[in-house]
């Protein structure tokens, strides 16, 4: 993983292939993880959830899997 800033001071992570994850207070949960062409998304609205949201993010189009 590299990590950098830009020239606004914003962290730009480069050859991530481990998912970073954001959870909520309220237990939302988010995931993102790069593939070789484009990324994928995870996300559920509840830490009980047992089902997440998944998306594909890829040669500018966004699938919901």
Known sequence: MKITTDKYGNIELKEVFNPVSFVS???????????DSGFEIWYKEKE???KYQIYDFKNGKILKL
């Open 48 to 50: 009980d959830d047992t």
């Open 25 to 35: 207070e309220n237990g939302e949960f988010l995931s993102v993880v790069m593939r």
